[in-house]
C-alpha cells in the first residue's frame, strides 16, 4: 500500500539550514521556524512604518500582540488602538500584566489646534486641517476652513485648542464673499466637521487637553478602545495621535522614550 507523507507546511523546503540565522542583539522575535531559529527584526525599525496584512482570522492581531509582548518590559510607549476588544483579555497575562492601561476612547480627549508643547501652534495648522478634510473625503473644501482660521486662532489663547462643535459654529456663521462655488467649499466642510461632532463629539468638545502629552511621557502598554465608528472618523482619530508624535520627531529629532504606536 502507498501511502503519501504530506507536509503541512509548503515553504519547508526554503528555510535555511538549523543554525544559519544570527540573532541581532536588539532585535525582537517575530516568529519561530520549524528548524528551531527564529526569524528576527530590528527594534528601531518599529518605529518607523510597518503594514501588517492578511486575510480575516489570519492571525494579524496575534502577530502584532506576539512583538508588542516583548517590547513590554522595556522603556518603550506601545499604544494600541482596538476595535476588536480583544486585546484587554490577551494583554492581561505574561509580561504585560502590571503595565498595561486600558482607555475608552471617550476617555482620551484631544483639543484640535491645541500647540504641542515645544512646537509654534501654526506648524500645526496646516497638517491638522488637511487631515480633517482629506479623512472625510473633502479635501477640496480645506481652503475655507484655513482662511476661518487665520482670523480666529490669532483671538484665542495661544495654549488652547477649539472644540470642533464650536469650529462648527463659526465656519456655519462665516459670511461668504464668492457665488456657487464658494458655498459648495462651506457646506462640505460643514458636512466634514458635523460628521466628527456626530461621532466623537466627546473627544474634539474641549478647549484643552493634555491628554497626548502624558500618554507618550510614560512607558507602557496603552490599549485605547474604539468603539464602532465610520472609517473615515476612526482615521482621522488615530492619524491624529500619531501626527503628535510625528511632530515631536520630526522638531525635536530624539524622543525619549520612543513609541510604537
Known sequence: RLELQLNPDPFVGAYPPAGAIVRDVDAINLIDLPTGDGIWLKKELLFANIMVSGATRSGKSTFILRFIEQLAGEEVIVIYFDRKKEARRALRYGRFKGRTRVLPMEDCPIALYEPIPGIDRAKIVAPTTELIAASMGRLYSQRLLHEL???TLPLIAVHLGVPVSFLHELLRLMPLRGGFRQADLKESMLLALRHLNTHLGKVFNCWRSNF??????????YI??????????????????????????????????????
Do not use: C
Open 149 to 151: 482660521l487665520d482670523v
Open 224 to 261: 485605547i478602545e474604539v468603539p464602532m465608528l465610520p472609517t473615515d472618523v476612526y482615521v482621522a482619530y488615530v492619524t491624529l495621535v500619531r501626527q503628535w508624535i510625528h511632530m515631536k520627531r520630526l522638531y525635536f529629532r530624539d524622543p525619549n522614550p520612543l513609541s510604537v504606536v
Open 212 to 221: 497626548l502629552e502624558k500618554l507618550f511621557s510614560t512607558p507602557g502598554v
